[in-house]
């Protein structure tokens, strides 16, 4: 079967600057391909060349075998390329349906049969689509009253009823919550058993939902391919990755520097400190043992680093402050060798009560964790 995408030696140069370096890439119909790699790797670039925004220096991309060279950006998109960009763009006077209408219509008119051969994916109604997005409860409220995610969905919506064979995503989840997450993960899949896709996203926890076959980009090329655990496992991948952006996600950076600072707020982080802290974390946020060794490298940089505590504690789930709290008491316990004996740090003993109080838990839920640690410790010993 012909290729949906190919790509052949495509550079493209920004004053000498090569954003795209000899990029070979190919993707087959039907196909939901995720797109990773670190800041300036060059995905957007990418993206720009398939839509035809930027044209490649050197190289060529055919589309279901034709070349796109010198095509505007509105012929491409009329060939069954669409772009949904990283902030929505939705009418937001107007209701989700007459979204739908609107980009149902407007591909109606606009797409001629001539231009528009019959494809692979089926044309929706409305009333699919709305299905489909899981906004059917909100179909005549003004787009305005969507939350940001529901918004994104109305948009993938959107997209999806100007029929594109080749649907291009780039970061659908950034600054969504977890729900929200799942639910644009889940739409993406849907959309997959009809569309070939490609997705852009650094959310890792989110590549994992959707991902099948996944590409790593480096300095404007491909690195590597595989699933996955193939490419979680590559010493290349691994090693791109270091130092350029944390394997942690935002929320555990959180965790991490709070737990930092109540170990700090004597003004010294001692070594078992830092040890506590750096293997227990390690063991829940490793998603395997590869991983682990990596990622108490990276714990040990991050722990170098003060911050003010109550900045961080907002917005953590019932199940983060509970972990919050079982560590931070494990970490000013550690400096202490006899706890029989020794009375805690009393910089750090202050500053876990605040954390206590910050962090809003019943006083029971308090004594069960602490009991738990304390448990935990005697045994260990
Ligand atoms: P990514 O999306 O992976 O973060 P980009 O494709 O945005 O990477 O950028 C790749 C590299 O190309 C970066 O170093 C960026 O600074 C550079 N770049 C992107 N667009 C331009 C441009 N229009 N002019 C000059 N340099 C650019
Ligand atoms: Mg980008």
Redesign the pocket.
């Known amino acids: 079967m012909e290729k949906i995408l190919e790509i052949e030696n495509l550079i493209v140069s ?2 000498g ?1 090569k ?1 795209l370096n000899q990029l070979n890439f190919h993707m087959e119909p039907g196909e939901l391909r995720v797109i990773i ?10 993206l ?1 060349v398939i839509t035809g925004k ?1 044209q490649p220096t050197e190289g060529r991309v055919l589309f279901k075998g034709r070349n796109l060279r010198k095509l505007k950006e509105h012929s491409i998109a009329r060939l069954g390329i669409g772009r949904k960009f990283q902030t929505p763009r939705v009418y937001l006077n107007l209701t989700v349906r007459e979204n739908l209408d609107l980009a149902y219509n407007r591909q109606k008119n606009v797409f001629s049969t001539l231009f528009n051969p019959t494809t692979a994916s089926d044309r929706r109604s409305t009333a699919s689509l709305l299905e489909t997005i899981g906004l059917v409860p909100k179909a005549d409220f003004p787009a305005d009253l969507l939350s940001h995610g529901e918004k994104q969905r109305l948009e993938i919506g959107m997209l999806v009823a100007q029929s594109p064979d080749l649907l291009l995503v780039d970061e659908p989840v950034a600054g969504l919550t977890d729900e929200e997450t799942e639910n644009v993960g889940a739409l993406l899949l849907a959309l997959a058993e009809s569309h070939s896709l490609i997705v ?1 996203e650094h959310d890792m926890e989110f590549v994992r939902q959707i991902a099948r076959r996944v590409t790593v ?1 480096h300095q ?1 090329s491909v690195l590597c391919e595989g699933s996955m655990d193939e490419i979680q496992n590559d010493p290349r991948v691994i090693e791109v990755y270091l130092g350029q952006k944390p394997s942690l996600d935002a929320h555990q950076l959180k965790l991490l520097r709070i737990v930092a600072a109540i170990a700090w707020s004597d003004g010294s982080l001692l070594p078992e400190e830092v040890e506590v802290i750096v293997q227990r974390l390690s063991r829940v946020f490793a998603s395997n043992t590869a991983n682990r060794e990596h990622l108490q490298e990276e714990l040990r940089d991050y722990l170098s680093q003060t911050l003010p505590i109550e900045d961080l504690v907002t917005e953590l789930s019932d199940r983060e402050r509970e972990l919050v709290l079982k560590l931070s008491y494990e970490v000013i316990g550690s400096s202490v060798r006899n706890p029989e004996e020794a009375p805690v740090n009393e910089a750090e003993a202050a500053a876990y009560q605040r954390l206590v109080a910050l962090l809003k838990l019943p006083p029971a839920v308090v004594q069960t964790l602490e009991n738990a640690v304390r448990n935990e410790k005697l045994s260990i010993d």
């Open positions: 920004f004053d600057f954003a790699g670190p800041n300036g790797a060059g995905k957007t670039t990418f720009d930027v852009i980009l404007g």
